[in-house]
């Protein structure tokens, strides 16, 4: 028997994620998407907690051209894993972190004149040509210059010889909801750059400004690339926005039944006694908490068990929970319950996750903890239809 300290079995609780099914996503993403366009996929956080080199690994085979991260930790890990495509640090760095950016050959935004002097000296120093993108500030007013104010900045780069400037980029405030009044306001303000870079002669390979939702939504601001998170993970931005047929969700939470009890009227569960039974109830123990990310609820939400809706009942423990299973009498010990999936017929949805916590789909996929261990699994699609030539120009 192997019992050494990295064997050992993984806890009856995880998350499941589908490399089949985010690999299908990646390639209805890139079949809607118009040949020419660049597509970067952001994997910040290690890819909203599906696990960012899985991830990557996944959609450098679908084509995409590189990488979007936060922190500086994130792209040295790609780096380090042999990754070796563009890799974009959003944001905003600190003097301390470019040399770290220059020397593994990682892409920053600039924001600032100063950054730019910095850069140039690192570049010299270390012999290379360093490529930057500048991040204009329409309005989200986050990160970025002014676009009133950024010509300065741009000629700036345009002037230094051991730069290069290989992107302009902007980020919308609200690119998924029906109005796109203020999309287009940022938009305009982002042209008004480009126009201003046209007139000055100073050319850039990459204009971007498209997340998930301007993707969908806003065609006409895909420019040369777009910039995909949430998407790929088969979770829609919005309720409101387009939807392509065929994108699914590619990760579940699941968790096995460790116990299972029976209460007589008038009996109670868990912490707070938050919980009575009116009739004989018979109840299985979920090992997974508010510990492991599942929101802290009361008496709401529900497990599938063989398919069918187990209510939760009680208020949730850090590291288990209940549900009544008195309608499932198949459930057995060590039966899969999904808590956010699908099974059989039915499913539980990261917005039904993020309904409960009060919260956005984004912050439920990313907020999982680590002690769940991520279960890669995939699934085999049947191949997609080949796609109809591009019409051959006459
Ligand atoms: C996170 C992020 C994205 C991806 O957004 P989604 O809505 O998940 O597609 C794109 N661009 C920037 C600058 C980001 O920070």
Redesign the pocket.
């Known amino acids: 028997m192997n019992v050494n300290t990295q064997n050992f079995p993984l806890r009856p609780a995880w998350t499941e994620i589908d490399l089949g099914r985010l690999r299908r996503n990646l390639q209805l993403i890139r079949r809607d998407l118009p040949r020419p366009v660049k597509w970067l996929a ?1 994997v ?1 956080d290690e890819a ?1 907690g599906h696990g960012a080199l899985d991830v990557a690994r996944v959609a450098l085979e679908e084509g995409a051209w590189g990488f ?1 991260l ?1 922190t500086l930790e994130e792209a040295m890990t790609l780096r380090d894993a042999g990754i070796a495509a563009p890799l974009l640090l ?1 944001g905003e760095r600190h003097d301390t972190e470019l040399e770290w950016c220059v020397a593994h050959h990682l892409t920053v935004c600039v924001n600032a004149l100063h950054t730019v002097r910095a850069l140039a000296r690192l570049a010299a120093r270390f012999g290379k040509m360093v490529p930057v993108h500048v991040k204009i500030n329409t309005g989200m007013s986050r990160y970025g210059v002014r676009w009133d104010e950024a010509m300065p900045l741009i000629e700036a780069i345009a002037a230094e010889k051991a730069l290069l400037l290989e992107g302009v980029m902007t ?1 919308f405030s609200q690119s998924d909801e029906t109005d796109k009044t203020f999309a287009n306001v940022q938009l305009a303000r982002f042209n008004e750059v480009l126009q201003g870079m046209a007139q000055r002669g100073i050319t850039v390979k990459l204009r971007h400004t498209c ?3 301007g993707f969908l939504d806003l065609p006409h601001a895909h420019l040369d690339m777009i ?5 790929m993970h088969g979770v829609f ?1 919005s309720q409101v926005c387009r939807k392509i047929e065929g994108i699914e969700p590619v990760m579940s939470v699941k968790a096995q039944i460790a116990s299972i009890q029976t209460l007589k009227p008038g009996e109670v569960v868990g912490y707070g006694m938050r919980y009575t039974a009116s009739s004989v109830r018979r109840i299985a123990i979920l090992p997974i908490g508010y510990g492991d990310g599942f929101p802290r609820v009361r008496n709401e939400g529900c497990a599938l068990i063989h398919g069918r809706r187990a209510p939760l009942i009680g208020g949730i423990a850090m590291d288990a929970l209940a549900v009544d299973i008195t309608d499932i009498p198949q459930a057995q010990m060590w039966d899969v319950a999904v808590l956010m999936g699908r099974q059989g017929h039915d499913e539980i949805t990261v917005r039904d996750i993020a309904k409960l916590k009060n919260s956005v789909t ?1 912050d439920v996929l990313t907020n999982w903890r680590l002690r769940l261990r991520r279960k890669s699994v995939h699934t085999v699609l049947p191949a997609l239809p080949a796609m109809a030539a591009e019409p051959v120009p006459v």
């Open positions: 952001v910040k909203y979007g936060s959003l980020h997340n998930s939702g910039r995909t998170g949430i998407l931005p984004y």
